[in-house]
């Protein structure tokens, strides 16, 4: 292999590794209100603070919003039935990273008020 070949293959492997990103890490937390109730109540509290849903289904209990405002926020929701009630997760990208999934906290905390649950 000539040296041109060697310096393509580098750039290309450097770009590579560029590319991936670390794995999305969801918070989650469990509500004593009904999955219908709860995925609802989600996706409107995404569109009460200006995110645009991209793609919610309540069959599969999923739904993808982003946010416009820079750098670009995107959040993912996965709601699942559970004894009593149902299980949140939620995880977040900023740009093309994740968000810490301790950041999300607030999110949650929000959706609790809206679901009239809040200790």
């Known amino acids: 292999m000539n040296l041109r070949h060697w310096l393509l293959m580098s750039l290309l492997g450097g770009l590579v ?8 890490e969801p918070r989650e937390l469990v509500y004593a209100t009904p999955y219908e109730e709860t ?3 989600a996706v409107d509290l995404m569109v009460e603070q200006g ?10 209990g999923r739904a993808e919003a982003s946010l416009a405002r820079w750098p670009g926020y995107r959040l993912q929701l ?8 149902s299980r949140v997760l939620v ?9 810490p ?6 999110w949650l905390v929000a959706l609790q008020n809206k679901l009239g649950v809040a200790p």
């Open 78 to 85: 996965q709601v699942s039935e559970e004894v009593g009630g």
């Open 39 to 41: 995925f609802r109540e």
């Open 51 to 60: 995110y645009v849903v991209r793609h919610a289904d309540i069959a599969l």
């Open 17 to 24: 590794g560029c590319a991936t990103t670390t794995p999305l």
């Open 101 to 106: 999934p301790y950041l999300l906290d607030p």
């Open 91 to 99: 995880s977040a990208l900023r740009g093309n990273q994740p968000l």
